[in-house]
């Protein structure tokens, strides 16, 4: 599998190469039927707050604070592309693959869906003069890529809402050679179209951006950083929404992270809004580590050098532990996922987790979920319920992240509320936090220092 995979990559390069010049310039058990709303949830109403910090604003992406139009997504549609990314994540870390973002296994690809590298977008420049773009980030993935001219729709790039990059236009773009440095060190497949590198990434489901390694100035709010290494995207396969790229921040040298690091030392924080109405933030820098943050060491394996690996050590329900061996988080380890929506647990966790949650919400009314991804379910209506016991996510280092109401109930109608979180196929899966455990928390990065923290009351 792993071999066929690899000449299909290669042999998709190479004919990418010779086609594109160089750029010079359900019903329930029950059956009773669930009304499934499309997000935003509860409300329509953008509540966007001005960010006076040092940073980027982070909008969901099928919220009314987004600027794609007309983009929706449903509960149930979201939590299948979920899977896909686990899917994709679980594969590229089993099979500890040497090449960045390319994963050795072949998923079957389902039209209609996406890899769902994320929810959450943010806006930058690239170019001189800067053109802006709005793309997804993704603590899972390294490469900066951005779709393109002269691709054009058809066979080559997908449908974006901001125009597709010009390098023509840009003063300060420049490709890279295949005997750069840069190229050398990309660890992806790639390949040469008149001495210019090419680069191959290949998602989960199928999808696909080819295109030319490149330089150019990247400007993030204030920032202005040269001779950026991205990718430019010449060819683009799969539904990657209106967004017109990915924001890589994982921990590869070629990651926004290590490019950058020279100015912001490698820290940054993020803070998920709690609702798709709202807005949160993405910083770099000093400005990321505010006051009350408590740090848990950042964990580096060599099955995953990209992704950020922590010690999850136990869970608590209403304020028991549960009965979890510390063992069972130990192997094969846990990473910290800005583009997966639910956090997955070892099966044998997760069953503890469950049994406990469900004691803990004995008054409540069970339901049966219209997504077979959650199996403890209840009528809870679409507003926050106090009586929900807290579900508290125990790290090294005394570190206890509370998960909040959005990150432990998932509102799946109007009326059925679901436990956010959701079981591996054994204990033998990564533990992998999602960002539904993430909301409304400063989540602070600090590669540099070897820890990642957690703090309270983001978003403000």
């Given at each position: 599998?792993?071999?066929?995979?690899?000449?299909?990559?290669?042999?998709?390069?190479?004919?990418?190469?010779?086609?594109?010049?160089?750029?010079?310039?359900?019903?329930?058990d029950n059956h009773r039927l669930l009304r499934v709303r499309p997000l935003?949830?509860?409300?329509?109403?953008?509540?966007?707050?001005?960010?006076?910090?040092?940073?980027?604003?982070?909008?969901?992406?099928?919220?009314?604070?987004?600027?794609?139009?007309?983009?929706?997504?449903?509960?149930?549609?979201?939590?299948?592309?979920?899977?896909?990314?686990?899917?994709?994540?679980?594969?590229?870390?089993?099979?500890?693959?040497?090449?960045?973002?390319?994963?050795?296994?072949?998923?079957?690809?389902?039209?209609?869906?996406?890899?769902?590298?994320?929810?959450?977008?943010?806006?930058?420049?690239?170019?001189?003069?800067?053109?802006?773009?709005?793309?997804?980030?993704?603590?899972?993935?390294?490469?900066?890529?951005?779709?393109?001219?002269?691709?054009?729709?058809?066979?080559?790039?997908?449908?974006?809402?901001?125009?597709?990059?010009?390098?023509?236009?840009?003063?300060?773009?420049?490709?890279?050679?295949?005997?750069?440095?840069?190229?050398?060190?990309?660890?992806?497949?790639?390949?040469?179209?008149?001495?210019?590198?090419?680069?191959?990434?290949?998602?989960?489901?199928?999808?696909?951006?080819?295109?030319?390694?490149?330089?150019?100035?990247?400007?993030?709010?204030?920032?202005?950083?040269?001779?950026?290494?991205?990718?430019?995207?010449?060819?683009?396969?799969?539904l990657f929404g209106k967004t017109a790229g990915l924001l890589g921040l994982?921990?590869?040298?070629?990651?926004?992270?290590?490019?950058?690091?020279?100015?912001?030392?490698?820290?940054?924080?993020?803070?998920?809004?709690?609702?798709?109405?709202?807005?949160?933030?993405?910083?770099?820098?000093?400005?990321?580590?505010?006051?009350?943050?408590?740090?848990?060491?950042?964990?580096?394996?060599?099955?995953?050098?990209?992704?950020?690996?922590?010690?999850?050590?136990?869970?608590?329900?209403?304020?028991?532990?549960?009965?979890?061996?510390?063992?069972?988080?130990?192997?094969?380890?846990?990473?910290?996922?800005?583009?997966?929506?639910?956090?997955?647990?070892?099966?044998?966790?997760?069953?503890?987790?469950?049994?406990?949650?469900?004691?803990?919400?004995?008054?409540?009314?069970?339901?049966?979920?219209?997504?077979?991804?959650?199996?403890?379910?209840?009528?809870?209506?679409?507003?926050?319920?106090?009586?929900?016991?807290?579900?508290?996510?125990?790290?090294?280092?005394?570190?206890?992240?509370?998960?909040?109401?959005?990150?432990?109930?998932?509102?799946?109608?109007?009326?059925?509320?679901?436990?956010?979180?959701?079981?591996?196929?054994?204990?033998?899966?990564?533990?992998?936090?999602?960002?539904?455990?993430?909301?409304?928390?400063?989540?602070?990065?600090?590669?540099?220092?070897?820890?990642l923290g957690f703090g309270p009351g983001g978003c403000r």
């Amino acid at each position: 599998m792993a071999t066929n995979t690899y000449f299909f990559l290669t042999f998709s390069l190479f004919s990418f190469l010779c086609n594109f010049p160089v750029i010079l310039g359900a019903k329930s058990d029950n059956h009773r039927l669930l009304r499934v709303r499309p997000l935003p949830l509860p409300t329509e109403a953008c509540s966007s707050k001005e960010y006076k910090g040092r940073g980027l604003k982070i909008v969901h992406r099928y919220g009314p604070c987004s600027p794609f139009d007309g983009e929706k997504a449903t509960p149930i549609q979201i939590l299948q592309q979920d899977q896909s990314r686990v899917n994709w994540l679980q594969a590229r870390l089993t099979h500890n693959s040497s090449r960045l973002d390319v994963q050795d296994t072949t998923l079957p690809a389902r039209p209609g869906e996406s890899l769902n590298t994320g929810n959450y977008i943010v806006t930058v420049g690239f170019g001189t003069p800067k053109t802006d773009m709005t793309i997804v980030f993704d603590t899972g993935s390294s490469l900066t890529w951005i779709q393109c001219q002269p691709c054009n729709g058809g066979d080559g790039c997908y449908k974006q809402q901001d125009p597709i990059f010009n390098p023509a236009e840009s003063s300060s773009y420049l490709q890279l050679s295949c005997d750069s440095a840069e190229c050398s060190q990309l660890s992806l497949p790639t390949g040469c179209s008149s001495s210019t590198c090419a680069y191959l990434i290949t998602y989960g489901d199928g999808s696909q951006s080819l295109g030319f390694l490149s330089r150019d100035t990247l400007t993030l709010s204030s920032d202005i950083f040269t001779n950026f290494q991205f990718g430019c995207a010449q060819q683009s396969r799969g539904l990657f929404g209106k967004t017109a790229g990915l924001l890589g921040l994982g921990r590869r040298p070629v990651s926004l992270v290590s490019q950058t690091a020279t100015k912001f030392g490698r820290v940054f924080s993020y803070c998920l809004p709690s609702v798709p109405s709202s807005t949160g933030y993405l910083t770099f820098g000093a400005d990321a580590i505010k006051p009350g943050i408590k740090f848990t060491p950042l964990i580096t394996k060599s099955n995953g050098p990209s992704f950020y690996f922590l010690n999850l050590i136990g869970i608590n329900v209403g304020g028991q532990a549960v009965a979890i061996p510390t063992s069972t988080f130990e192997s094969p380890g846990t990473i910290i996922d800005s583009g997966t929506v639910i956090s997955r647990l070892p099966s044998s966790a997760y069953a503890a987790l469950r049994s406990a949650f469900r004691q803990a919400m004995s008054k409540y009314t069970p339901a049966t979920s219209p997504i077979s991804l959650f199996d403890t379910c209840y009528e809870l209506g679409g507003a926050e319920d106090p009586g929900v016991p807290k579900v508290v996510l125990r790290f090294e280092g005394d570190v206890d992240v509370n998960a909040g109401y959005s990150g432990t109930i998932r509102q799946v109608s109007e009326t059925v509320g679901c436990l956010a979180f959701a079981a591996n196929d054994g204990d033998g899966d990564f533990t992998i936090i999602g960002n539904s455990q993430q909301l409304t928390l400063d989540v602070v990065y600090d590669v540099a220092g070897g820890r990642l923290g957690f703090g309270p009351g983001g978003c403000r």
